[in-house]
């Protein structure tokens, strides 16, 4: 038996490939399903079964390119609706897969359709659990995210969620091994570890849901209490994950139109264009094409893309060197983002070789930064999380965290220095990126951002919990 976590840090998202004497099942895959094929190539295994866990909002699944793919049957839990041929399987249902099974848990709660699946090896033990968006590693799954399709309030889902984690999986044994489908910095739960597996034991003593340190009602409370809005892209993620989409395949294909610096210039002056650096931070600050957009490949990418541009049918023009083009459009797939109209050909470099304006963004130093009076009049704009924000924060600075971006314009002016700092120096560019196209011109960057300002002379508030 092998039990394999393919984890993606940038969506923070576990899927999972299973294989046994020549028959393998994959637990909500990615939409680049090459991950799985090349797996089972190696294994010389039949992918039998695509196991869904729910309708992700966060991210597009390759459920549909697998099973075409391989000719496997795709399974959902009770209550999912999809538009398309695949297994309803009731509840204790079990799936053979070479010599183990899995056995399907409906827990509903984070969704009315979400479903857990119990893996027992060859002699019929619990070996693990894949719990998805239900059962999270300190966390569960928030229940927000299906209001409009379910008819049911966050209150009554997050009800619903406690019987299913406290009726369901806290029976099973102590040493069965979790497999979440999400952690630490996922927009579908508030507390995840950053751990990705865990034994249910542990679980059961940390995780609050399970631990017996809050009834049903006080759960309730705390699991719907200081939700932030989910972000705008979740409902098309859904609406795809539910109806179909189109194979990455053809979205690579269509996506790789290479510009000329003179296509792409004119491109750009179309309506509701995005043109979207993803080259590092380090170097847009330095040189970038005036009103484009900076999100970096190495960051938080296709979260933020989906935070940020929101509308999964915004036309891109794209700013990328070429050796990372493929990744670009892939990472921007996985969250729905299929309308990539073309790329500059060359990169920036062909940009600045054909004479075009460049712009650039002002930065400090936080060893600078602390030399400056840092009175009430001056602006100081902290991008970060309320959550980070509350935790320590420097004196007088004013939170506008960059999720937020879109309803805090009015915060900022366009007169006088204005500084602005994330916690390490990439929210922090993609917010003075948004401002600069916004015609705010007057913001300076600082450098290395909370983590360099912790270590400089600047007053910090620090809010310090003592028991």
Same mark, same amino acid.
């Given at each position: 038996?092998?039990?394999?976590?393919?984890?993606?840090?940038?969506?923070?998202?576990?899927?999972?490939?299973?294989?046994?004497?020549?028959?393998?099942?994959?637990?909500?895959?990615?939409?680049?399903?090459?991950?799985?094929?090349?797996?089972? *190539?190696?294994?010389?295994?039949? %992918?039998?079964?695509?196991?869904?866990?729910?309708?992700?909002?966060?991210?597009?699944?390759?459920?549909?390119?697998?099973?075409?793919?391989?000719?496997?049957?795709?399974?959902?839990?009770?209550?999912a609706n999809p538009d398309f041929d695949c297994i309803i399987a009731k509840d204790n249902q079990q799936f053979? %897969?070479?010599?183990?099974?899995?056995?399907?848990?409906?827990?509903?709660?984070?969704?009315?359709?979400?479903?857990?699946?119990? $893996?027992?090896?060859?002699?019929?033990?619990?070996?693990?659990?894949?719990?998805?968006?239900?059962?999270?590693?300190?966390?569960?799954?928030?229940?927000?995210?299906?209001?409009?399709?379910?008819?049911?309030?966050?209150?009554?889902?997050?009800?619903?969620?406690?019987?299913?984690?406290?009726?369901? @999986?806290?029976?099973?044994?102590?040493?069965?091994?979790?497999?979440?489908?999400?952690?630490?910095?996922?927009?579908?739960?508030?507390?995840?570890?950053?751990?990705?597996?865990?034994?249910?034991?542990?679980?059961?003593?940390?995780?609050?849901?399970?631990?017996?340190?809050?009834?049903?009602?006080?759960?309730?409370?705390?699991?719907?209490?200081?939700?932030?809005?989910?972000?705008?892209?979740?409902?098309?993620?859904?609406?795809?994950?539910?109806?179909?989409?189109?194979? $990455? =395949?053809? @979205?690579?294909?269509?996506?790789?139109?290479?510009?000329?610096?003179?296509?792409?210039?004119?491109?750009?002056?179309?309506?509701?264009?995005?043109?979207?650096?993803?080259?590092?931070?380090?170097?847009?600050?330095?040189?970038?094409?005036?009103?484009?957009?900076?999100?970096?490949?190495?960051?938080?990418?296709?979260?933020?893309?989906?935070? @940020?541009?929101?509308?999964?049918?915004?036309?891109?023009?794209?700013?990328?060197?070429?050796?990372?083009?493929?990744?670009?459009?892939?990472?921007?797939?996985?969250?729905?983002?299929?309308?990539?109209?073309?790329?500059?050909?060359?990169?920036?470099?062909?940009?600045?070789?054909?004479?075009?304006?460049?712009?650039?963004?002002?930065?400090?130093?936080?060893?600078?930064?602390?030399? @400056?009076?840092?009175?009430?009049?001056?602006?100081?704009?902290?991008?970060?999380?309320?959550?980070?924000?509350?935790?320590?924060?420097?004196?007088? *600075?004013?939170?506008?965290?960059?999720?937020?971006?879109?309803?805090?314009?009015?915060?900022?002016?366009?007169?006088?220095?204005?500084?602005?700092?994330?916690?390490?120096?990439?929210? =922090?560019?993609?917010?003075?990126? %948004?401002?600069?196209?916004?015609?705010?011109?007057?913001?300076?960057?600082?450098?290395?951002?909370?983590?360099?300002?912790?270590?400089?002379?600047?007053? %910090?508030?620090?809010?310090?919990?003592?028991?």
């Open positions: 038996m092998k039990v394999k976590q393919i984890y993606t840090n940038c969506l923070a998202q576990g899927s999972y490939y299973i294989e046994s004497n020549g028959e393998a099942a994959v637990i909500d895959p990615l939409r680049d399903v090459s991950h799985y094929t090349d797996l089972a *190539a190696v294994g010389n295994a039949k %992918i039998k079964y695509v196991f869904e866990t729910h309708f992700h909002a966060d991210f597009i699944s390759g459920h549909l390119t697998l099973s075409k793919l391989t000719d496997s049957h795709i399974v959902y839990g009770p209550n053979k %897969i070479g010599n183990i099974s899995i056995t399907v848990l409906h827990t509903p709660g984070h969704t009315l359709e979400s479903t857990c699946y119990l $893996l027992k090896d060859e002699e019929g033990i619990e070996h693990c659990l894949f719990t998805g968006d239900t059962l999270f590693l300190g966390d569960v799954g928030r229940p927000d995210l299906a209001q409009k399709d379910m008819q049911m309030t966050k209150e009554e889902l997050a009800g619903v969620l406690y019987e299913s984690v406290n009726n369901k @999986i806290k029976p099973l044994p102590d040493n069965i091994l979790i497999y979440p489908g999400h952690g630490a910095g996922s927009a579908c739960g508030k507390n995840m570890m950053k751990e990705t597996v865990d034994t249910l034991k542990n679980q059961k003593d940390i995780n609050y849901v399970l631990n017996g340190s809050l009834s049903k009602e006080e759960f309730i409370f705390e699991l719907t209490h200081d939700l932030q809005e989910p972000p705008s892209y979740f409902p098309s993620n859904v609406q795809l994950n539910k109806e179909g989409y189109d194979d $990455l =395949s053809a @979205i690579l294909k269509k996506s790789k139109k290479s510009l000329s610096v003179e296509e792409f210039e004119n491109a750009s002056k179309e309506n509701d264009i995005i043109m979207l650096d993803v080259r590092h931070q380090s170097i847009f600050v330095k040189e970038h094409i005036p009103n484009s957009i900076f999100i970096g490949l190495d960051g938080g990418f296709a979260p933020w893309v989906g935070t @940020i541009l929101s509308n999964v049918n915004q036309p891109i023009l794209l700013i990328v060197d070429e050796d990372r083009l493929e990744e670009a459009i892939t990472r921007l797939s996985r969250v729905g983002f299929d309308n990539v109209i073309g790329f500059l050909r060359g990169g920036f470099e062909s940009w600045k070789l054909a004479d075009k304006p460049i712009a650039s963004i002002e930065t400090i130093s936080a060893h600078d930064f602390a030399k @400056i009076n840092l009175s009430n009049q001056l602006k100081i704009f902290d991008v970060r999380k309320s959550t980070e924000y509350d935790s320590a924060h420097i004196i007088n *600075a004013i939170n506008a965290p960059l999720n937020d971006i879109d309803s805090n314009y009015d915060m900022y002016n366009k007169d006088g220095e204005v500084y602005i700092h994330c916690a390490g120096g990439y929210r =922090s560019i993609i917010a003075n990126s %948004i401002l600069k196209s916004k015609g705010y011109h007057n913001l300076i960057d600082v450098l290395g951002g909370f983590s360099s300002i912790r270590n400089s002379d600047i007053p %910090i508030k620090e809010n310090i919990c003592t028991n």
